[in-house]
């Protein structure tokens, strides 16, 4: 299996940009969660899916951002417009379990905004 | 909502000593809680976990400790050795939320 796999790896964009990551679960995981990790504020959870449902978008900053799931085996972040204090590295997370706790992290996306 | 605190922010032990992480949270409602290790530059990676129902936990040299009344819970590391050195994260899920610490950096020196 080859884990969970987001894209890009690293993205540097101009402020007021529109900035799309991509996160692809691991196969047969019904949960999947978007994280953001700054030296600031440390790891923070965005929001979460179960079934490709959102089930908790509490820790979306602003209306700035938005997540879909428009299948199993695929999700986005988007960002639009893009703000420098938005620059951090961008996890995604899948996980098997019933309740979502078992989580796999991807290798993350590390995002600059200039 | 809840709020979990992680000490020491930085940790620096001989290797074969021991290493102890201490968290606490304040919702009495959380009932799991998770441990992550991070190594530089690489993604968080679940160590170990325990359930609001199980006081301690132990997977070899690892184990976690769980005291409901204080509401605390803290992660001990056994015989470190030099790839023991990361950062590690406490986290507690209350409801439909997961809260993370700060972060210990620890270090073992070898």
């Known amino acids: 299996d080859a884990g969970v796999i987001q894209s890009p790896r690293h993205e540097v964009t101009e402020m007021g940009q529109e900035v799309t990551l991509r996160c692809k679960p691991i196969s047969g995981h019904d949960y999947l969660f978007w994280y953001r990790q700054t030296m600031m504020r440390g790891l923070e959870l965005l929001i979460y899916f179960n079934n490709n449902v959102p089930i908790d978008d509490s820790g979306m900053p602003e209306d700035r951002f938005s997540a879909k799931m428009p299948n199993a085996s695929f999700s986005t972040l988007k960002i639009q417009p893009s703000e420098p204090r938005d620059s951090a590295v961008y996890f995604c997370a899948s996980s098997p379990d019933g309740r979502g706790e078992t989580q796999y992290f991807g290798p993350g996306t590390r995002l600059l905004v200039l | 909502g809840e709020n979990v605190e992680q000490h020491p922010s930085t940790l620096s032990v001989q290797e074969g000593d021991s290493a102890v992480i201490k968290c606490t949270y304040s919702?009495?409602?959380?009932?799991?809680f998770p441990w992550y290790k991070q190594e530089l530059g690489k993604r968080p990676q679940l160590i170990i976990d325990i359930r609001s129902n199980v006081g301690e936990k132990k997977d070899q040299r690892i184990a976690v400790t769980l005291n409901k009344t204080a509401k605390h819970f803290s992660l001990h590391i056994t015989e470190t050795q030099p790839e023991d050195s990361a950062v590690y994260f406490c986290?507690?899920?209350?409801?439909?939320?997961?809260?993370f610490g700060t972060g210990t950096s620890l270090t073992v020196i070898p």
């Open positions: 919702d009495s409602a959380s009932n799991y």
């Open positions: 986290a507690a899920r209350t409801g439909n939320q997961f809260y």
